[in-house]
């Protein structure tokens, strides 16, 4: 037999390959746990949107995915590679997270773009310093990549110069420029003021209708209810339901949820 | 108005004018040409000893910082301690403790006095630029232990979920930050180091201080040869502030 053909079932179209995989994930800071066995997966192309009220564990689990927490127990598949862990949850090899992070862009809530370096510095750093990217390669992607957000002018200018909404922007082309697999959103509006969310929603949105993988925490429903292909409501660092955008949205099951929902609404 | 040619501009200028014609004719300058070339050398042994301390206390003191803002404990307690120590005891102390203590220690030892390295260990300067060294590192130290918790812990954690290896963030994000916080601070401790230099001529090294000194103490000229070190002093400085202002221009900061 040659290499495998992708799983199918008959009738199904073929199953698209995983991206993200978490199993039965636990995380505590001293005694409080605050996740406590949440299972997620996310094929090619998904969009997950994490959304649950303060204090429900989505940022974190968001950070444990790329191990900026440490799970205290665990299964994190990334890209079909499983990140080996020690029996008590650290990582056991910092060369195999470094390499599962390059495949993970992530963005923060505080855009977090380096104050020393100008836009496009900050685009090019770990391509070229990192990656080993040529210089001109990596400066002609970055250009196009903040042509893309809207920023090309500002390729020049320094961060602290700039708007929050376009910092935000500047940020979610840094993610992009190392060429992730899939993208990591950490409340990337919930820093903005109100007439700058939506130019960074329109650029989030522009990369779901190209098919990337996104795994959002977000308090906008309506814009996950827009560009989420499954949708998980966190309580209490447990699952409580999850499903469709429309399924979660339009007819919620649990009390919680609709508690929630009728809360942020 | 004529840009900066204001009144009260002209007033401060016509007065540093009066001042320098005044010195320059109703005092004695007549010993300058004869010790010119000494001065020039007092001059160059300052600046160099300056430069050379800062730069080899500043490579001392980042690792010191860092060990204090982000090492484990058996790092970061001997740093402290030193710093501590350094901080606390004064620095002609410290200088006498190396060239009577170290200095006069070392002859007793026929494989030091044997060695090649003794032409050098005879000599005052290596006593002067090591004293130095230690206390700029101690000071400065601290100073970039500030800066390094001061670096927002989000630039770094961005580094990091980028797949950056450690030494890489700490070289390319963490350290030039660290560093550019703590350029206003250290262009001042900069000038202080300067002006800590005169103690060398405690212990014989030929600065710019003890060549004044020595012109005193050969013509009985007194006043003259301390009005001539209190400028070249001011125009180090000058250099030091101007070359600090240099490098906090290169990364414009936004004006609140």
Redesign the interface.
Known sequence: MGQAAPETFAGLPPVRPEAIRIDDLRKSFGTVEVLRGVSLRACEGDVVAIIGGSGSGKSTLLRCI?F?ETPTSGRIVIGGEEIVLRPDGTPAS?RQI?????R???V?Q???????KTVLENLT??PV??LGVPRAEAVARAMALLARVGLAEKAGA?P??LSGGQQQRA?IA??LA?EPRAMLFDEPTSALDPELVGEVLNVIRDLAAEGRTMILVTHEMKFAREVASHVIYLHNGLIEEQGPPAALFGAPRSDRLKKFLKSVS | MTGWLQPHRVVMIALALALVLWSAFSLRWDWLAEYAPLMAEGIWNTIWILVVTSVLGMLLAIPLGLAQAAGPWYLAAPARAFCTVIRGTPLLLQLWLLYYGLGSLFPQFPWIRQSDLWPILRQAWPYAVLALTLSFAGYEGEVMRGAFKGV?R??L??????????L?ILR??WL??AV?RALPTLGGETVLQLKATPLVATITVMDIYAVSSRVRQDTFIVYEPLLLLAVVYMCITGLIVLAFRWLERR????VA
């Open positions: 790329n900026l910092r470094e390499q599962a992070r390059r993970l862009g992530m923060f505080q855009f977090n773009l380096w104050s020393h750093e770990v310093h990192v320094y602290a110069f940020a840094r993610a190392i | 927002p989000g630039q954690e961005a580094a990091k979920a980028m797949g950056m290896p450690r890489t390319r994000i030039p930050q550019q990364v414009p900061q936004r």
